[in-house]
């Protein structure tokens, strides 16, 4: 819920002075994290690996990253917590697309590192879906679907697949089974 009352706070926006554009907080997160994703995804798929890391704000308060961490084809270490930024949020790929996982929602496991961590998390799937997960809430929305950001060559749209617009912790649980 956190992050659907920083959309409606965002309609009071705060003025860009240097462009003199109107940019909120969060569009200015979710923009920046498309372009993150649209340079890492074509690599995580080429690798066939998850690529994680962070994001936060420096002391002049702009967005920036972390080093990039190559994981397996099914998880991702982050990188060392970093001291010279306020870390708001992790972010990794969900590798390419295979018919054994079930890539296209974010797992347990990334929640629960998340709200370990205490930060939200930022995930890119195969299918070219961004999901966004609120931790201290334990739910897991998606931003945008198909093609939102880049999509594995290879992935095929599995009819029945319904991927619905949120998940609750609850409920990744359930469809994993337990």
């Given amino acids: 819920?956190?992050?659907?009352?920083?959309?409606?706070?965002?309609?009071?926006?705060?003025?860009?002075?240097?462009?003199?554009?109107?940019?909120?907080?969060?569009?200015?997160?979710?923009?920046?994290?498309?372009?993150?994703?649209?340079?890492?995804?074509?690599?995580?798929?080429?690798?066939?690996?998850?690529?994680c890391g962070y994001i936060g704000r420096n002391d002049a308060g702009r967005l920036v990253s972390s080093r990039l961490s190559t994981g397996s084809e099914a998880?991702?270490?982050?990188?060392?917590?970093?001291?010279?930024?306020?870390?708001?949020?992790?972010?990794?790929?969900?590798?390419?697309?295979?018919?054994?996982?079930?890539?296209?929602?974010?797992?347990?496991?990334?929640?629960?590192?998340?709200?370990?961590?205490?930060?939200?998390?930022?995930?890119?799937?195969?299918?070219g879906r961004l999901w966004y997960v609120d931790s201290s809430e334990m739910i897991a929305y998606q931003i945008c679907g198909h093609h939102c950001v880049p999509q594995d060559p290879n992935y095929i749209d599995e009819p029945g697949q319904n991927i619905k617009p949120y998940y609750s912790y609850r409920a990744i649980l359930k469809g994993e089974g337990y």
């Fill in 1 to 51: 819920m956190k992050f659907f009352a920083s959309i409606c706070f965002s309609l009071i926006a705060f003025a860009n002075p240097v462009i003199g554009q109107t940019i909120s907080p969060v569009a200015e997160e979710q923009a920046y994290i498309v372009k993150i994703f649209e340079k890492i995804q074509p690599r995580s798929f080429a690798l066939n690996r998850e690529i």
């Fill in 75 to 127: 998880g991702c270490t982050l990188p060392h917590w970093p001291t010279k930024f306020d870390v708001i949020a992790s972010f990794h790929t969900h590798s390419t697309y295979s018919p054994e996982y079930n890539s296209e929602v974010p797992s347990s496991t990334d929640m629960e590192s998340d709200e370990a961590s205490g930060i939200d998390g930022w995930i890119a799937t195969p299918g």
